[in-house]
């Protein structure tokens, strides 16, 4: 079968051997869960519980205001204990419910199934919303949002992410193989919601097995494809994602829907079923714990709001040359100074980097390599857009696209000079939009 | 009567080192560069700025009342024209060979800013003994930077100065400091120099 | 009113520079093209030796300056060769024979060459004799064939080679050259004109 | 259990991403040195030990010089850039050059084309082509006599390269065997480190491989210089030079895959490199037919190294989904 790519990009290093066979285990109920407020971008949710109450398993815990927002839920029954501000594994310290867990994981209601073809579309994606479904990619955008597109931009193809490029990751991976019904069923009721006459799912060519997997699964359905793609990061990024598979550019800006097309994490379309199916809220995910400085690295299903400790000691703890803890991939994902931060539902991987790894070497000045420009998968010449801000010739740098930046870190990752360009083009990011206000 | 003339003096001093017409304001860089090439073909286009610099600023200051605004710069123009005209033809009449050396620099020195410069600064606003002083100052300073300048390409570029052997037979000559990037080197060198020392001044 | 005064400085401004520069044209203007003169004739009198005075004769306005000997004969003669150099116009004031077969002497009037190098072929500071390059081709014998320069090795005067500079290449080339073709078009020109 | 206290505190904090590609400016600069072994030593075996001398003095004085001006300006030498920038000077002298010219040409290459511009990055013009510039201005006799490869034997002290034949009519490539003997294997006159092409296509395809060097530079370099100048023999046969004679004559092959690419002082952008290439081969074209040198590598990558910035400007990529106003 063809494989299609995006241009640019680059290749990091998989490190996906660490955890691809971990079939995904559950962890035991941790003692406490810190669930956050502040899922996804947006006003935090409101609480409408105190310390004191007695709480069960997907329980309606605090609400959000507005159109783009979500849901949080307890992910396990006890007593809530103190709402507090705590550290988040976003770098923040947003308010938290700190949950006690009485052990018995006591779900709120029986979880019963109906047909989901019965459905009308306002009744499923309003279930969506109940549950507090966000995009599982590490971006936590409200799905019900993303599957509300305007009329005047009608949807016709639905994309499902399999790609995973972070190096290290290996979560999608192992839901596409493990729960790959659910996620036809996920696809297909998302097809349905939007109208949509076809799904590609995008797998990167390094995940064979799911490729023939789903392929298989797929044979008889001639509007569902799987379309491996190449194994180049940041193959998964929204935008070169729909380039590779359709030859369309989201205009600079604009969202996917503006090329008539959704897209959708796998974790996020495994999740749907569950919630349209049976009202139950999400309230775990899977997370890969894993890198060099991870004993034993694992893919895990655990309950959102479960600190990284927890998981990090199922795994058989640290190796003593660790480094940095990070949520997320290595090259997006963010680090962390404490492992107690808890699992956020974009919380996809938590990776323990040692030093021979992270090690950063010493900044040189640029050489006008060009290896930036020839690695942006956006198309920006990452070294003048950093010379622009340095001299705070900010109308200059906005003009050059510094606002089409999707961070993916690439520019910095093959900088033979180890200048962390993403680092200044994200400051040039905030300078302009402050500029701009 | 005293502090009168302190600033004369200082009037003079000022364009050999403050408001050097080269090395600070950076004017009449058509000639420096292209004369350049040995010390005495400095030294001689120094002098005949100096000629038409001070002939001009005499007669400028002295009818300054009565030249209109709104014609200045022509007549100022014209005054400094027929003296670089005067400079050219007692060139070439009385020193044919010199002449011959300087070229089209001569009749360029028209359009020499550091002429305009001080007639427009200087002469039109100050009376004619002052003005003379300035304009001594300016042409001095501007001539001993041409010189300076073309003995040090002359010395590297063809190993002597005023044509007087000073390099050993052994030096093999620069030759690029007499063609035109020498100019623009050794220029930079002698503004680098400049800053250097004042900022050297300027901190004791 | 007020533009009158403008109209007033500016005319008698221009007025008086003209007149002053016209006084100093009638006086310098001689002196100038007495040196012009005395440098062509410094010149003739050096290519073309053994003379006692020169008459100016043109043809089909080339000027020819035939030397006159102190018996009165029309002896030799000299013209001017005028081409591209590396850089600059070169003006060479050739002396022959007046049968045109043979070079007496050549002066540079004019060049304005790369300094250090091509200027070579007016004096070369490093070599014994500063002005070896144009002597060269002092009587060379032209009736048979063009001179020709060679490079790094003794050039035969017999078959009218001179040696170039070194790192000169250029310079020297375009001096045999405009004299090589000075002579072609002269040598017909000037029989024809006797 | 103080250890189980530090452990908080030991998890570094830093802006992803969290990898690094392994390349580094010093091991770019390292391999691309490596790559001019073979040029090197051909050279060796050419020219004499001598050879060798210049090379070493050159890299000397270049890291030499460096040293100085970062203790001048109070800062500390960091990367190995002088080393490359003193051998590839070295590399473009005639042989048998003195030590004090090549000296001289390392001090003025990196103080004048490197360190006055603020260092490794800013440089506007390529260093050691600068300081062969400055030589080549100064001392143009010395610069342009090339002596005799000391395993050919001959008489004659100074020997003329092939395209100075060329210029000046004295043609020292006649045959075919000259072609393959001459220009290709290297054996005839010209600066230390350029005359064999097969050693410097060696190390330069070895620098494209490891993708230290633009590929597209030297290929629309080469190219450019071939299609022109083959026009020209197409047109007059006799009067100009064939194509092959153009590419493995001169300095082309060393500017082409060492001094062109040379990352500073090129465009970052594709296509500015397409450009780049292109106008350089122009130039070299015109120099050689119609200039008054015989060689115009040196001055043509000088010229567009000026344009650089300029290119870079009005070559930026369409970045994703741009809407062009």
Not at chain 3, 114 to 139: E, V
Not at chain 3, 175 to 181: C, F
Request: glycine share 8%.
């Amino acid at each position: 079968m063809q494989v299609k790519t995006f241009k640019r990009g680059t290749h990091p290093p998989e490190f996906k051997e660490l955890a691809a066979d971990k079939k995904i285990e559950e962890i035991p109920l941790p003692e406490n869960v810190f669930i956050s407020l502040s899922q996804h971008i947006g006003a935090p949710c409101k609480p409408i519980v105190k310390p004191g109450d007695e709480v069960k398993t997907g329980q309606l815990i605090a609400e959000g205001e507005g159109f783009v927002t979500s849901q949080v839920h307890a992910s396990l029954s006890g007593k809530v204990k103190k709402i507090d501000k705590y550290p988040s594994p976003i770098g923040t310290k947003p308010t938290m419910i700190q949950i006690e867990s009485d052990g018995n994981d006591e779900p709120l209601q029986e979880w019963t199934e109906e047909d989901w073809h019965k459905l009308s579309i306002e009744e499923m994606k309003n279930r969506i919303a109940k549950a507090g479904i966000v995009g599982m990619g590490g971006a936590a955008f409200p799905t019900n949002v993303k599957l509300s597109p305007p009329e005047k931009k009608p949807i016709d193809t639905f994309i499902i992410n399999g790609c995973e490029c972070e190096p290290f990751l290996t979560a999608d991976h192992r839901m596409m193989l493990e729960n790959s019904d659910k996620l036809l069923e996920g696809t297909r009721i998302i097809m349905k919601i939007l109208g949509a006459k076809r799904t590609i799912i995008g797998i990167e060519e390094n995940k064979l097995d799911a490729i023939e997997l789903l392929n298989k699964k797929t044979a008889s359905e001639s509007n569902i494809s799987v379309q491996p793609v190449k194994t180049k990061y940041p193959q998964g990024a929204e935008k070169n994602l729909i380039d590779a598979l359709l030859k369309r550019k989201v205009p600079a800006g604009g969202l996917p829907m503006d090329v008539g097309v959704v897209v959708n994490n796998v974790g996020t379309a495994i999740a749907v079923p569950q919630a349209v199916k049976t009202k139950k809220p999400l309230i775990e995910r899977v997370v890969t714990v894993t890198g060099q400085g991870i004993k034993e690295p694992k893919n895990l299903r655990v309950r959102i709001g479960t600190p990284f400790k927890n998981l990090i000691e199922y795994c058989g703890g640290l190796t003593p040359d660790t480094k940095k803890i990070i949520n997320g991939g290595p090259m997006m994902g963010i680090a962390q100074y404490t492992i107690d931060v808890p699992v956020i539902k974009g919380t996809s991987g938590v990776l323990a980097l040692t030093e021979d790894i992270t090690q950063k070497a010493k900044e040189f000045t640029c050489i006008r390599c060009g290896s930036c420009v020839e690695t942006c998968p956006m198309g920006l010449v990452p070294t003048r857009l950093v010379r622009l801000i340095e001299f705070d010739k900010l109308n200059m740098a906005e003009e050059m696209g510094t606002m089409s930046c999707i961070e993916c870190g690439s520019c910095a990752y093959v900088c033979p000079s180890n200048i962390p360009l993403v680092q200044r083009i994200k400051v040039g990011k905030q300078l302009i939009n402050e500029k701009n206000n | 009567m005293a502090k009168n003339k302190i600033s004369l003096i200082k009037e003079f001093t000022k364009g050999l080192w403050d408001e050097n017409p080269v090395l600070v304001m950076l004017l009449g860089l058509c000639p420096t560069l292209a004369v350049t090439n040995s010390a005495i073909n400095g030294l001689s286009m120094g002098l005949a700025v100096l000629f038409t610099l001070t002939s001009s600023s005499i007669i400028i200051s002295t009818f300054r009342k009565i030249i209109p605004d709104e014609v200045r710069i022509p007549t100022f123009i014209v005054v400094i024209a027929t003296f670089v005209t005067i400079t050219d033809l007692t060139m070439a009449a009385k020193f044919p060979e010199i002449s011959k050396a300087l070229g089209p620099f001569i009749p360029l020195i028209v359009v020499n800013c550091i002429i305009l410069g001080r007639q427009e600064a200087f002469s039109s606003k100050n009376p004619v003994g002052r003005s003379i002083i300035d304009a001594l100052g300016m042409s001095v300073g501007f001539t001993l930077t041409l010189t300076l300048l073309g003995a040090i390409r002359e010395l590297l570029g063809a190993g002597t100065i005023f044509q007087i052997q000073i390099m050993p037979d052994s030096f093999a000559n620069w030759m690029v400091m007499i063609l035109p990037p020498g100019a623009f080197l050794t220029l930079g060198f002698m503004i680098a120099g400049y800053n250097w020392i004042n900022d050297k001044l300027k901190t004791q | 009113m007020k533009s009158a005064k403008l109209i007033i400085v500016l005319t008698v401004t221009t007025l008086l520079s003209g007149i002053g520069l016209s006084f100093l044209n009638s006086w310098a203007q001689p002196k100038i093209e007495a040196y012009q003169q005395k440098v062509l004739e410094q010149a003739i009198y050096d290519v073309l030796p053994g003379i006692e005075k020169y008459k100016v004769k043109e043809i089909e306005g080339t000027k020819f300056y035939e030397g006159i000997s102190p018996e009165g004969q029309t002896v030799n003669v000299a013209f001017r060769a005028i081409g591209r150099g590396f850089q600059s116009e070169l003006r060479i004031l050739v002396g022959m024979d007046t049968s045109m077969t043979k070079i007496l002497n050549v002066n540079l009037l004019q060049q304005a060459e790369t300094p250090g190098l091509g200027t070579k072929i007016a004096d070369d500071p490093g070599a014994d004799n500063p002005a070896w390059f144009m002597q060269q081709f002092d009587s060379l014998t032209v009736a048979q064939q063009d001179i020709d320069y060679v490079k790094n090795e003794e050039p035969d005067k017999e078959n009218a080679e001179i040696e170039a500079i070194t790192g000169a290449t250029i310079s020297s080339k375009s001096v045999v050259n405009i004299i090589n073709k000075a002579i072609d078009n002269n040598r017909e020109l000037y029989n024809s004109g006797q | 259990m103080a250890k189980k206290n530090s452990e908080e505190q030991r998890f570094t904090l830093s802006s992803s991403p969290h990898l690094s590609k392994e390349d580094d400016v010093n091991k770019i600069m390292n391999t691309v040195i490596m790559a001019l072994v073979p040029a090197i030593a051909f050279s060796v075996y050419h020219f004499g030990w001598d050879s060798l001398l210049t090379i070493m003095v050159a890299a000397g004085s270049c890291l030499a010089t460096e040293y100085l001006i970062k203790k001048m300006r109070k800062r500390e030498v960091t990367d190995t850039s002088s080393l490359l920038t003193g051998i590839l000077l070295a590399m473009t002298l005639p042989p048998g050059l003195g030590i004090g010219f090549v000296m001289l040409g390392s001090v003025f290459a990196i103080a004048i084309g490197k360190e006055i511009f603020g260092g490794l990055g800013y440089n506007i013009f390529n260093p050691a082509l600068l300081g062969r510039a400055f030589l080549q201005a100064s001392f143009p006799v010395k610069m342009t006599t090339w002596e005799a490869p000391q395993h050919l034997a001959m008489d004659a002290k100074s020997f003329a390269t092939p395209l100075g034949g060329y210029k000046f009519g004295e043609s020292v490539i006649q045959n075919a065997g000259d072609y393959i003997d001459g220009l290709i294997m290297g054996n005839v006159g010209g600066c230390i480190g350029e005359t064999s092409a097969i050693a410097i296509i060696l190390g330069g395809v070895f620098i494209l491989v490891k993708k230290y060097a633009d590929w597209r530079i030297p290929v629309s370099y080469l190219g450019t210089v071939f299609v022109l100048g083959g026009i020209f023999w197409l047109i007059s046969p006799a009067n100009y030079p064939d194509p092959i004679f153009h590419l493995f004559s001169g300095g082309l092959m060393i500017g082409a895959f060492f001094m062109a690419t040379d990352m500073v002082t090129s465009p970052v952008t594709p296509l500015g490199s397409w450009i780049f290439g292109i106008g350089a081969g122009v130039i070299v074209i015109l120099i050689r037919l119609f200039g008054g040198l015989p060689e115009g590598v040196m001055y043509s990558i000088i010229f567009m190294n000026a344009f650089v910035p300029l290119i870079d400007r009005y070559t930026r990529p369409k970045y994703f989904g741009e809407v062009k106003k």
